[in-house]
Structure formats: C-alpha cells, structure tokens
C-alpha cells in the first residue's frame, strides 16, 4: 500500500513538471533549450506509473507492454532534450517512434520466447545501460562541451548513477528470484520508488537552474559584444583587458585602432545597410586575421580595436600589416550594389602596456597615429610614438 502512494506521488509530480516545462518552453519563444522535450519525456513516464497502478502486479497484457514502451522511452526524451539544450539540434518524434515500436516488437518476441521474467529483466538491464551511458556523457560533458558547469553535471552523474544502481540491482533480483522481485510490496520496491520521486522532486528545480543559468549568461555576453558584428563592446574589451592583467602569467599588450577609410562615402553613396554589410565583413576579416587569444572589440562607429596579446614590436607590425591588406583585398556584395565593394583601412597602434587603467592612454595613442595616417594618404599603418 505504501509503494502504491509511493507511486502515485510520483504520477502527480511528473505530469506536475511536464506542464510546468511546457509552460517555461512557451515563454521562450524561438530557443526552448530542450524544455519541450523534458516536457514529454516527464509526461511518458508519468503515463508509464499511471499504467502501472492500473495494471496492477506484474503480468503480461497490453499494458504492460505499453508501460515498459513508456518507461524505456522517457528517459532517451530526457537526452533528446539535454542535446537540445546545449545547442545540437536533433530530431525527436521519430527516433522516440522508432524506438517504440522496435522495442515492443522485441517485448513480443521475448514474451513469447523466454517468458514474463526475461521481459521484466531486458527493461530493467536496458534502463540500467542507458543510465550508465547518460552518466558518462555527463561526466565527459565537463571536460568538453559543458566546462561552464562542472558542479551541476556532477550533481547530475551522481543522481543518474542512483538510478542506475536501482536498476542494476533489480536487473540481478529478477534474475536471481524471478517475478517476487518486483512485488510492490517489498523492500526494495519501496526504496526504488522513493528515490524516483527524490529525482523527480529535485531534478525539475535543478533543469529550471540551468535555463536560468544559461540565459543570464546570454545575458551577460550581449551586454559585453556589439549586437551587428558579435565583436566585444567597449565594456566587454575591458572585462576581458582586467581578467588578463590579473592573471600571474599575464604579458603587455599592445593596442591596434583600425578604422576604415571614407566609411561615410560608403553609407551616403550606398545606404547604412550596405554600410552595415561593410562592418560585418571587416569584423569577419579581423577575426579571421588575428592570432588566438587576440581581443577584438567594435570601438564604435567604423573604429575596431586589436588587443594583441603574447607578442612583441616586430609581431604587433606583422599583424597590422596582415589586417590593413586582408581588409584591402576584401569585397562585400550586397543588395542593390551593382558591382563588389571594396575598401580601406588605416591602422595606429600603440606601445606596450600593462594594466587595464592604461588603456585609455594607449587609445589616445594610437588614435593619434591614426589621423597621422589618414593625413598621410589612408591605407597605411602608423606607430604610436615618433621614432628618432
């Protein structure tokens, strides 16, 4: 009697959260991080324990067919969903089909082979490998694809191994006592079905952390990167400057102003939005041009700023000579332009510096190099200070 409240409970907290992720997928417009599909991975197991209250003690019948369907298919809803959510789009409906219908057609086939007991120990060994599986994925997430939460993936591998173990476990009683084993009203069945509903308690909350946690970092990193070339913004170029400079291997840096040459010609001649096409090709163009670990940032306007990291003087003009003929030798295509654009860029840079506090000084720098350069002809680079 006390599994069966046991799992009743559980029923209600699952369907519960199946609602309560729908409803957070719906307010999240275009990405719903995966919400959907926890949805509908909680709303099949729910619907598996709702079958299996009906169906009562282990036997063989429809329902059961139907519940073992369910049970196996929910959890592999809950990968589908954690792909989804960090960002590798993936199918649903028809591998969670394709998967229920072959593994009835093996239910049947066993069933009919090996009897009730190898039906009942094939669900509890096939949840026991998928749960294994999920907790080496996880636990390989943190080194890879998931670094950015090391301690919520752990607290998941611990939980997912918990079940695992329950599994396993009842794989080896089916096994070694055959259909007493999942009697309702043993000790073990009990145990099982709290812990299910521990997870099903504390696994909800810790999915709505992550969307959280994923979307406050959204958040952040549109605060710290211009919204037309995704480069870092000045407040951004200067949380990343400060991070640098307070790391115990952290070199000077130098500072590369790249502007480009008659941007207003461009916009009056064209339109903004081909001068928008423009920055985005230039930004492309500096991205594509600067060394690993080089910040850029869209100063503002047509103004891009290099911060050129682990280098020196002779390195600093190697790059500012790559950038000024990349850019050179670049065109944009656009809407209504009847042939390619080609542009410009005069580059000043600055000396050496070793603090964020002197990156202003470093910017009024090379800014005047900058206009030296652009009295001179445009297209050319020019260093901060005068050499004698």
């Not at 086939?109 to 949840?127: I, Y």
Request: charged letters at 15%; hydrophobic letters at 50%.
């Amino acid at each position: 009697m006390v599994t069966i409240v046991i799992l009743g409970m559980l029923c209600v907290y699952l369907l519960c959260f199946s609602v309560m992720f729908l409803l957070i997928s719906t307010r999240l417009n275009g990405k719903k991080m995966g919400m959907e599909v926890f949805a509908l991975g909680n709303l099949l197991l729910g619907l598996a324990y709702i079958l299996q209250l009906l169906d009562g003690p282990p036997d063989w019948g429809l329902l059961s067919v139907v519940n073992h369907t369910l049970t196996l298919s929910a959890p592999v809803a809950y990968v589908l969903g954690a792909m989804r959510f960090f960002e590798r789009p993936t199918p649903v409906l028809r591998p969670l089909l394709t998967l229920a219908g072959a593994y009835t057609v093996l239910q049947l086939l066993v069933q009919w082979l090996l009897g009730p007991e190898a039906r009942h120990a094939m669900l509890a060994g096939a949840c026991t490998s998928l749960f294994l599986a999920m907790a080496v994925a996880v636990l390989y997430g943190r080194r890879t694809f998931a670094r950015d939460l090391r301690v919520e993936m752990m607290v998941f591998a611990v939980l997912i191994g918990g079940i695992c173990i329950l599994n396993a476990a009842k794989l080896v009683m089916i096994l070694q006592g055959g259909m007493s084993a999942l009697d309702m009203g043993s000790s073990f069945q009990k145990v099982f079905y709290l812990y299910m509903s521990f997870l099903a308690t504390v696994l909800p909350p810790c999915a709505v952390w992550l969307v959280l946690r994923r979307l406050t970092d959204e958040l952040r990193s549109l605060a710290a990167h211009d919204p037309l070339t995704r480069l870092l913004n000045r407040r951004g170029l200067m949380d990343a400057l400060e991070a640098h400079f307070r790391s115990r291997t952290a070199v000077p840096a130098y500072l590369l102003i790249v502007d480009i040459d008659h941007f207003k010609r461009i916009n009056d001649t064209h339109g903004h939005n081909v001068g928008d096409l423009v920055l985005m090709r230039v930004a492309d163009v500096l991205k594509a041009t600067a060394r690993q670990g080089d910040l850029i940032c869209r100063l503002g306007g047509e103004e891009f700023v290099i911060i050129a990291l682990d280098t020196d003087r002779a390195g600093v003009l190697q790059l500012a000579e790559r950038t000024r003929a990349a850019i050179e030798h670049s065109e944009v295509s656009g809407i209504g332009v009847k042939r390619p654009i080609r542009c410009t860029a005069t580059i000043g840079v600055a000396d050496a510096f070793t603090s964020a506090q002197a990156f202003d000084q470093c910017l009024q720098q090379a800014d005047t190099a900058l206009y030296r350069g652009k009295a001179q002809g445009r297209n050319r680079i020019e260093w901060g200070c005068v050499q004698g």
